[in-house]
Every structure is written in C-alpha cells, then in structure tokens.
Nanobody
Framework: QVQLVESGGGLAQAGGSLRLSCAVS????????VGWFRQAPAKEREFVAA????????DYADSVKGRFTISRDDAKNTVNLQMNNLKREDTALYYC?????????????????WGQGTQVTVSS
C-alpha cells in the first residue's frame, strides 16, 4: 500500500511562485512514476508533470513548460513541483499520483495511487 500526501499549496499572486511537495510512503517500486495533475472547478482533470524514479525522465504539459519544474528528493522520499511565474489559470486542486508501470505520463488512468490534493489559488 502506497500513501501520498501533498503539501505546499496556498495563495499566490500572478507572477509569484509556490512549491508543492508529495511525500511518498509505503511499498513502492524502483520503476514507478510520480505525476502531478490538477483540476479546476467545472473542468476535467489535466496532466501537469511527471518524473520517473528510475532515470529521472520527466514530462510536462505544454501549458507549464518553462515555468514548472518537477524533481525528486531521495533522502525525503518526496517529489516536488516548483511553480514559477504563476498565472490565474494555474488555480486548481493539485494532486500527486503514483504509477507502478506508466507508459504514457499524461494518462491519469495509468496511475494506481492518488493523494488527497492541495489547493493552489493564484490572484491577479
């Protein structure tokens, strides 16, 4: 059983920064992938970024490329999402998810375990 706990959400101004963390605990596998997804009110869930633990391979949604950076911290067993130059359209509930064998990073169905989410609100 894997547990995922997000933290770091909050209120930021447009152009500002936030750093989200996803703490991973429980049984995991060296081949797993951790992804960040988000869901805004009345919108479908969308892929944000992902990192594969085995080789640090990453992927980003076009909407966040150049602004967001995903990374992992082995010592703390966390996956972080550094969000810079935030925009109002980044406002959403952000979830981290873990997949044991993910072939397509952007597909939410490929992930097996999900956290409860952390709210990010960007004001103008």
């Amino acid at each position: 059983q894997v547990q995922l706990v997000e933290s770091g959400g909050g209120l930021a101004q447009a152009g500002g920064s936030l750093r989200l963390s996803c703490a991973v605990s429980g049984r995991a596998y060296s081949t797993y992938t951790v992804g960040w997804f988000r869901q805004a009110p009345a919108k479908e869930r969308e892929f944000v970024a992902a990192i594969r633990w085995l080789d640090d391979s990453t992927d980003y949604a076009d909407s966040v490329k150049g602004r967001f950076t995903i990374s992992r911290d082995d010592a703390k067993n966390t996956v972080n999402l550094q969000m810079n130059n935030l925009k109002r359209e980044d406002t959403a509930l952000y979830y981290c998810a873990l997949g044991r064998t993910v072939l397509r990073y952007s597909s939410g169905d490929a992930y097996n375990d999900w956290g409860q989410g952390t709210q990010v609100t960007v004001s103008s």
